[in-house]
């Protein structure tokens, strides 16, 4: 049997509509759900055994230089030529697909209901020859396919990438061309979702995805929302899309929302209890979870021989010091009706029409519920910018060893010039920027059970922490 190879032309741009949303990506490039579109292929070919090999050609040099190498070969191979803004839907039919490359006779186009995809050769000269001729397709057989679609179609791509929500594992999703169905066996979670809504006052609710719908079996709960093609920010926040002008209008509209809740003055004690519970209260118990899970002797173990801490514990205390340094310097004493979750993946935003709508809020089941400390939905902002959050559920990002033997976290962002315009736009609506950071760490500590079917992730978060923890050490003054 005849072997094949895959050669993925990377070659064709985007359009300037998807460059606005990926930036300067390639579609090989484009990550949805911790992977980039190349790696699915990867994936799906890794085992096929009639795969001789996978070329990747990103530029016309890379072309010719394949061409070269491929001219006077000898060796009976077949390829197939895929381009590369057709992403893979379906991997089992797209193998099945594959498989039949080595026993054609003749060319074969292959096409989807988005256009031409794929064209099979069965000997590498007629790759070339088409080459020569820019790709005459006239007179050759074809089949059709479904296991890839066009992202090239800006329409397409939408539908792509909104489809890619990082659903967590205890929810679904379900989503047709309209509408979003999302469920869990968690009814409580989705119960409160959806009577969250309900509650909010009035002109609060322009800013939500409206939830209808709900249903409720002895199995799981549900509710049905409008499938709106519009971005989440954190896809644009990880491809490095978001300039420093759209941040700021990100930004301005997101204090608008902020500054537009419903807000209630109450007692200093009962402000420090209210916030001890999300800052406090919350970590400890979440840190109790952490000790249960079967990975944590082997977290423990790399937080003590690859940091400058003896356990988690080490890094919660001193934590704590800060909190309760910051904690105390607090005098507007206030509540507000709050989001819960209030990051890039859970925002909704279209720069040319300024349409910021909020999802998957943290949710209540009496009105009492919808009140909050005023610097959480603050704090989950500041770890999308600040502390990129996002990049870590893309998979962005790496644990090294430094020259000490020491862990050290790459992340595969520069955000310095983010931060100076989030500093600033704290700084216009009188809110202090090491106080948000040191909620902030409590986030990324708190999170840590939640994220234990990625203990690498989990780590990533502990590291995380730590640079948070002494960034505010050099800043904060006992």
Not at 124 to 142: A, F, G, P, Q, T
Not at 382 to 397: K, P, V, W
Request: aromatic letters at 12%; proline letters at 2%; glycine letters at 4%.
């Amino acid at each position: 049997m005849k072997k094949i190879i895959f050669l993925y032309d990377n070659i064709e741009l985007p359009n300037k509509r998807i460059q606005k949303i990926i930036g300067n990506k390639s579609y090989a490039d484009i990550i949805i759900k911790k992977k980039t579109v190349y790696s699915r292929y990867l994936e799906a070919l890794e085992k096929e055994k009639i795969i001789n090999r996978i070329v990747r050609l990103d530029n016309i040099e890379d072309r010719e230089n394949f061409i070269d190498k491929i001219a006077n070969i000898t060796e009976e191979l077949n390829i197939v030529l895929l381009s590369s803004k057709f992403v893979l839907i379906d991997s089992e039919e797209f193998k099945h697909l594959i498989n039949k490359a080595p026993y054609i006779t003749e060319k074969i186009i292959v096409e989807s209901e988005t256009g031409i995809a794929m064209a099979m050769y069965n000997n590498v000269h007629d790759y070339i020859k088409d080459i020569e001729s820019k790709m005459k397709l006239e007179n050759c057989s074809k089949i059709h396919t479904d296991s890839i679609l066009n992202i090239g179609d800006y329409n397409n791509f939408l539908k792509y990438i909104s489809g890619g929500f990082d659903a967590r594992y205890f929810n679904s999703l379900k989503t047709d061309e309209n509408i979003v169905i999302k469920s869990s066996q968690d009814k409580t979670k989705i119960k409160k979702e959806y009577v969250y809504y309900t509650l909010l006052p009035e002109d609060m609710k322009k800013w939500m995805v409206a939830p209808y719908n709900y249903e409720e079996t002895e199995e799981e709960a549900s509710y049905t929302m409008e499938r709106l093609y519009v971005p989440d920010i954190a896809i644009r926040w990880v491809h490095g899309a978001i300039t420093e002008k759209e941040l700021r209008n990100i930004l301005e509209k997101t204090f608008y929302y902020i500054n537009s809740r419903k807000s209630k003055q109450i007692s200093q004690e009962e402000y420090l209890k209210e916030a001890n519970a999300l800052y406090i209260d919350k970590l400890e118990k979440r840190i109790k979870d952490l000790k249960q899970c079967e990975e944590y002797a082997t977290i423990a173990n790399y937080i003590k021989v690859g940091t400058n801490y003896n356990s988690i514990d080490e890094i919660v205390e001193e934590y704590k010091e800060i909190y309760y340094r910051v904690i105390s310097k607090e005098k507007k004493f206030n509540s507000v009706i709050g989001h819960g979750d209030l990051c890039f993946s859970n925002m909704l935003y279209d720069d040319d029409i300024n349409l910021l709508k909020l999802i998957d809020p943290k949710g209540a089941l009496v009105e009492e519920e919808l009140w909050t400390n005023p610097n959480y939905d603050i704090a989950k902002l500041s770890h999308s910018i600040c502390g990129r959050y996002d990049f870590f559920n893309s998979g962005a990002y790496e644990i090294m060893l430094d020259n000490n033997l020491k862990f050290k976290l790459e992340i595969k962002s520069d955000n310095e010039k983010y931060i100076e315009i989030f500093k600033e736009y704290l700084g216009k609506n009188n809110i202090d920027y090491n106080a948000i950071r040191t909620y902030e760490a409590s986030l990324f500590l708190s999170m840590l059970p939640l994220h234990m079917d990625y203990p690498k992730k989990v780590f990533g978060f502990i590291l995380n922490a730590i640079n948070i923890i002494a960034e505010l050490k050099g800043m904060i003054k006992k």
